[in-house]
């Protein structure tokens, strides 16, 4: 069983060492698609025998049409070599207890996408590069907003057709399904300061196509809308993993 990951990246160098820790754990090949980070992100990615950097360039915006333009067609690369991709983003990390041996299940059967159950994660700390994510934020709250197909065989599906977020899809092709338990874990909310700076960060970039259409609006939050949602989530939270 061959399995490559197709990601998409801008200034990530906090979540990139997790990120490749747990792909490259169980993937053959990782993907960086690089949006000109301006951190250590390619250096880190070049530091990974199984990673390759690629690059696109978005004129230094958030430009929703392009993102969905990588990911509805770089996969393609894979069909005749993997027997299953996964595209994600940097944040999503695809987990069940025994991994391996779910993939190595799903690999038996004839199913061919897998739409996997999403969960936001919260911690009060942002990780180090030393902690492994899995032990040290283990609490979430369950999002169906988050379920999302990030895995699926590239030689069955002609085309995946993420929309906005690649929240949702509508693929052709050899549409069959798995109900196995596959989690999506977004760690997305790792402490209030972290929210907070990546939020203006992002708010920054957003180019007039993602303004026009409303896309990715939250990052233009107010400082108090953002502590509440966090705040929200942190209450809710209970034991995920």
């Known amino acids: 069983m061959t399995i490559h990951v197709y990601t998409i990246c801008w200034n990530e160098e906090g979540m ?109 700390h942002y990780p180090t590069e030393q902690e492994v994510i899995f032990e040290t934020i283990r609490e979430g709250v369950r999002s169906t907003s988050f379920d999302k197909v990030l895995l699926f065989r590239p030689d069955e599906i002609d085309e995946i057709n993420f929309g906005p977020g690649a929240h949702s899809c509508n693929p052709i092709g050899s549409i069959n399904y798995s109900d196995l338990d596959f989690k999506l874990l977004h760690y997305k909310y790792l402490s209030l300061d972290y929210n907070l700076q990546r939020y203006r960060l992002m708010a920054s970039r957003l180019s007039d196509y993602n303004k026009k259409f409303h896309f990715g609006i939250h990052y233009g939050y107010s400082s108090r809308k953002i502590k509440r949602e966090f705040n929200e989530i942190w209450a809710k939270r209970s034991s995920v993993l």
Request: charged share 25%; aromatic share 12%; with cysteine.
């Open 16 to 124: 990139l060492p997790h990120f490749l820790r747990h792909y490259t754990s169980f993937c053959d090949q990782v993907f960086v698609y690089d949006n000109f980070s301006t951190d250590r992100s390619p250096s880190i990615c070049l530091s990974h025998a199984n990673v390759t950097l690629r690059q696109y360039d978005s004129g230094g915006q958030i430009r929703d049409d392009l993102y969905l333009s990588v990911k509805n067609n770089v996969w393609k690369r894979s069909r005749g070599k993997a027997d299953w991709v996964i595209v994600c983003d940097i944040d999503e990390f695809l987990y069940a207890p025994d991994l391996r041996k779910l993939l190595e299940q799903l690999n038996q059967s004839e199913e061919t996408l897998v739409r996997c159950k999403g969960f936001n994660m919260v911690s009060t």
